[in-house]
């Protein structure tokens, strides 16, 4: 395997994977054998990537931003990514909102069908939860979001893994180190390069064993799957967002061909390790430290734009969840409420969608209980809900495992734009995991 590229051996570990998932769903006690032994390989693997996250951010935005020498920039670096994380959104949403109006997925579905799911699904764990988890997030004030940016205990933040209040304090700490005089500065920016060196480093190492991981990871979803006769129903749906995810790629690939003037192949090739990651582990915070490795050391981009533009990304720019979401809205509107499913309906599903892709934390099934938030805006029956929910509950996971590659490489392309537009994209330079390992064998 030594001469394989990361990408093969990383696809062969998903492939075996799943024929793996295949067999020990067919055998008496291998679904047991697979969440005792071989799951818990994958799940070391996703502690391992968000125990070095968290470091990572730090000392990549703060070394960051102290290298920019100009605190102008932060402002022009914050506006810009903002502005096309809104952007590239609301082209998603609206790529899945003519996707779902064209084909209608939900229209036709016999009732025995939609019996046979209700019945299944309606009073499942999993939908009850999505149901629970999404009215807690209501219950917030609409101020809420901006002032969970502002931490006021950074060492609970750092535990917590909070995203945004941990970039929020990395952008102080950066403008501060710019506002001393150099000589005081630079013990502290030695530290953060020299640890974001090391953490980088740490992502090698542990991508050595990602092929091994996706294994166990993709063998577990396999054994998750037991009415496959209710996701062939489904088909359609789920070729409406794949569909459209697709076609989200292709955008992000004009971009990166028409702005960047970089070859699609090519980004598609380096960035490759991080979109399979995404579809094995279905959450982008646990994909951000290899994003971050990827994009910084393969593609070329500047750690100052990766360290803000990917992070943040990874919270609130989720072109694949906000893409699902109107389609998602649409399919079951079409099947249990037609009535509801007005121009203007449509109009408050953008604004709501693209509010709930902000708004949706990166991990497995976010999207779905956001999906609640966008349907109760358009005065969905609560009655309705679960019955919603459980149509598309069967093929929620591979679709989340495909919104999530879309999520990630939505960042990674903003993160050339946004560089390309500072002067801040440059030749990569990949490093090895053992580039250093001779002299110290
Ligand atoms: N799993 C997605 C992510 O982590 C979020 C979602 O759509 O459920 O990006």
Known sequence: MKKLALHWKIIIGMVLGILFGFIMNSIIGGKGFVSDWISPFGEIFINLLKLIAV??????????????????????????????????????????????????????????????????YENDAGVKDKLVKAS????????????????????KSLGEAKMLQIIFFALFVGISLLLIPEEK???????????????????????????????????????????????LKLLQYAFCVVGGLVLMIGFYLILVKVYAKKSPLWFLKQISPAQLLAFSTSSSAATLPVTMERVEEHLGVDKEVSGFVLPVGATVNMDGTSLYQGIAAVFIMQVIWPEGLTFTNQLVIIATALLASIGSAAVP?????????????????????????????????????????????????????????????????????????????
């Open 136 to 155: 807690a997030q209501q219950n917030t004030g609409p101020l809420q979001p901006l002032i969970d940016i502002f931490p006021t205990n950074i060492i």
């Open 365 to 441: 099934s976010a999207g779905m209980v956001m999906l609640v938030i966008v349907l109760e805006s358009i005065g969905f029956p609560p009655e309705l809900l679960p019955i919603g929910l459980a149509l598309i509950f069967a093929v929620d996971r591979p679709l989340d495992m495909c919104r999530t590659v879309v999520n990630v490489t939505g960042d990674a392309t903003v993160s050339m734009l946004v560089a390309k537009s500072l002067g801040k994209l440059h030749d990569p330079k990949p490093k090895n995991w053992d580039d250093n390992y001779e002299g110290v064998k």
């Open 185 to 231: 500065a630079t013990p502290l920016v030695k530290f953060f390069d020299s640890l974001n060196e090391v953490v980088m480093k740490m992502v090698d190492l542990i991508m050595l064993f990602a092929p091994y991981a996706v294994f166990a990871l993709m063998a577990n979803v396999i054994i998750a799957f037991d009415d496959t006769e209710i996701l």
């Open 55 to 120: 470091p990572l951010i730090l000392a990549s935005l703060i070394k960051g931003i102290s290298d920019l020498k100009d605190i102008s920039k932060i402002k022009t670096m914050g506006l810009r990514t903002i502005i096309i994380y809104v952007g590239t959104t609301l082209i998603a949403i609206i790529i899945g909102l003519t996707i779902v109006n064209t084909i209608q997925p939900g229209v036709g579905m016999s009732e025995a069908t939609i019996e046979k799911i209700k019945l299944k």
